[in-house]
């Protein structure tokens, strides 16, 4: 039998990793002894957790009060009155009124949901610039945003993108009716996005002012005031740190979502939230959605320690834990069934 020399052994190397602890996986390591017990008790364990945790987060779901209204058939009107681009300067008002049988206590926020359209489109996902919404250029020119980019003259949009074209502009009031007088309600339209996306991922350009910070560039197509125009209320919420803005492009998961529009302000008798009575939403039209066989909401909601009306957390808790303690039992009537056998063949 041949033996290789010194030289063979350097021009061919071993294949076998070096004698280390950690080439050789000797590292120490935690290798659990799992017994019965052990098992048993992780499972009942586990199951009591999640079951525990999902009835405390159904109950608390439940003691939220919701109230949603369709507005999309009584609105039908406007509706037809947007579909048609040349009536898009024309304004168009309609009202929904319900009754509220119990009052809403502690803060009360309300949404606007959307039925049947779907941001979850990647090529609709895309199409903004990361670079514009934080105020670094706006005269940039993002091969993403097409064909919402410029205009045939060159002007380019600000903001630019399909997402930021399609920025759901209905204007919403609420009104209280009580005693033959009607009091609107005031609601706050600030505060209502993400701290992160107010301070960091959303900035205007530095300049005097706003207005020529954005100097040679136009609004988006389907726009009705410019984006430095967006809140002329408050000069703070203009631009690109627009509460709606920041909150519209954050684009939904599903066909059906529903985004936080305002926030009721909790003064003079709407102190203690929304008081029971008859109310009216009036509303300015402008975000068709009958081209798309789409649905309008609005949604008035409480909120809990554990969120809104969503029961999905709570459901999968309980499920999780009824599956959990349901495996413990079946394990349990396993092993009892081998230790009598075993027991019997031992006799």
Known sequence: MKTKTGQEAQAHPSRCPDNSAFKQQKLPAWKPQLSIATVLSSFFVIGAVCLAAGICLILSTNSVREIEINYS???SNCSK???NSSNWNQECN?????????????????????QNFYQNHRRYMISKSNEQLLGRDVNIQNSYCAPFTTYQNGTPMAPC?????????????LFYNV????????????GNSWWTDKNVKFRNPVAHNLSSAFAGTARPPYWQKPVYMLDEEDERNNGYINDDLIIWMRVAAFSAFRNLYRRVSRTRQFADGLPAGNYTFRISYNFPVSKFKGKKYVILSTVVWSGGSNQFLGIAYTVCGTAATLMGFVITAIHLKLRKKKTYFQK
């Open 179 to 190: 005693n033959s007088s009607v009091i609107q309600v005031p609601l706050l339209k600030t």
């Open 94 to 114: 309609c009202s929904a009124g319900f009754v509220l049988k119990e009052d809403m206590l502690g803060d009360v926020f309300m949404y606007y949901g959307l």
């Open 81 to 83: 009155l947007r579909e």
């Open 73 to 75: 058939d009584k609105c």
């Open 161 to 173: 993108g399909a997402i930021a074209n399609s920025i759901f502009n209905d204007t919403i009031d």
